[in-house]
């Protein structure tokens, strides 16, 4: 069973899990083995959360589950289903490294909304960005970039993605 947490739903305006720390907590009484989140990138946004926090926090305790893959203005109530790091694309770099860091190997969704564009297109490129930032990760880490973390030298690590293109 793995929970979709949400900060506001568009049809109540109200969700009884709206954060990453409530649903963490909530699966933590339930204290069950096949009890687990799904961490939607937008709904995080739209909580005011960091998503790479959030996927280290659940990823960390070994209950991460699920992801679904998106983008949005980080607005309270609003979910844009964008594409995949269309809008945070340092943020989306950020959370596939806490993928990596917490081993996750749970399942990818892609939760966009192509209103305008067309669907078999857009989810072959969210496909294709995703491998892409999961490359651009590993790469970083063999870098070092998790010293630079360490250290929280912010400098070196924005110098390390400029120098990688990023």
């Known amino acids: 069973v793995s929970l979709e947490f949400k900060p506001t739903d568009e049809n109540t305006r109200f969700f009884a899990v709206p954060s990453t720390g409530a649903a963490l907590l909530l699966v933590e009484e339930i204290d069950r083995p096949n009890m687990g989140l799904t961490i939607d990138f937008g709904h995080c946004l739209a909580a005011g959360e960091n998503p790479a926090q959030s996927a280290a926090m659940v990823g960390s305790r070994g209950k991460l ?6 983008d949005g203005y980080t607005r309270l109530g609003a979910e844009d289903g964008l594409i995949l790091g269309s809008v ?6 950020e959370f596939v490294r806490w993928l990596q860091k917490t081993d996750f190997s749970g399942h ?6 192509p209103r305008n564009e ?3 297109r857009e ?3 969210n496909i294709r960005k995703f491998k892409r930032l999961w490359r651009q990760a590993k790469q970083l880490q063999q870098a070092g970039i998790d010293e630079l973390m360490a250290r929280q030298d912010a400098m070196a690590v924005l110098e390390m993605l400029e120098a990688q293109g990023m």
Do not use: K, R, S
């Open 65 to 70: 589950f699920g992801i679904q893959l998106n």
């Open 108 to 113: 990818v969704y892609f939760d966009t909304f």
């Open 118 to 120: 067309d669907p078999v």
């Open 88 to 93: 945070h694309p340092h943020m989306a770099l």
């Open 123 to 125: 989810a072959e490129y």
